[in-house]
């Protein structure tokens, strides 16, 4: 039987709502001077933005959530399971080393890309072979989850290499990389309520 504590819905469920209300903030704050569409989250968090605060303290609370989902999901993979909380360690690391407001960071490239990995990676690490799995823990969702995540990075090295919509490319990406691991927890406790419940 599928067994995940109850509390794994709010560490999981929290963790892409202030991520999201974190750029979104910030965003307002920002401005006209900041164009969603073209510039990343990052740029949001930079040193002198505006709302740099708001944008570091969802990166600080989407990491701890991660930490957190990946030590409660028992049903999923060790290596899964590492691999997300590495990505939540990322998403820490990411925080305290923002980019500069324009140009780049090797330092600030290096951990944003380490912890898309990660993140890619988890679902097909994490999944179950056996078909009484949760289905989200099921092989097919896993892989094809990851490859959709790969193809969104892609899309996003091209906007950031044409100077085009890599926001919405970036923002693509992290909400499905940051709402993944509450698809997993919902799974896994239907399958517990289904797995209780008398058949007919």
Avoid at 22 to 50: C, F, K, N
């Amino acid at each position: 039987m599928t067994n995940v504590p109850k509390w794994l819905v709010l560490s999981s469920g929290s963790g892409p709502l202030l991520f999201t209300a974190g750029w979104v903030v910030a965003a307002h704050m920002e401005g006209s001077a900041y164009d969603p569409v073209r510039q990343t989250i990052s740029v949001l968090a930079a040193y002198g933005a505006a709302g740099s605060w708001v944008m570091t303290c969802g990166l600080l609370a989407l990491g701890v959530c991660h930490m957190l989902t990946a030590w409660g999901l028992r049903p999923a993979a060790v290596a899964g399971r590492v691999a997300l909380a590495g990505g939540g360690v990322a998403a820490l690391l990411v925080a305290v080393i923002p980019a500069p407001y324009s140009g780049g960071s090797l330092r600030h490239g290096t951990v944003a890309g380490v912890g898309f990995a990660l993140l890619a990676v988890w679902p097909v690490l994490a999944a179950d072979g056996r078909g009484s799995a949760p289905w989200a823990l099921r092989r097919v969702p896993s892989f094809t989850v990851t490859a959709v995540m790969l193809v969104g990075a892609a899309w996003f090295v091209v906007e950031t290499q044409r100077h085009g919509a890599a926001g919405v490319a970036e923002r693509f990406v992290t909400a499905l990389q940051s709402c993944w691991p509450f698809v997993v927890v919902a799974s896994c406790l239907l399958e517990s309520r289904n797995a209780r419940t008398p058949s007919a």
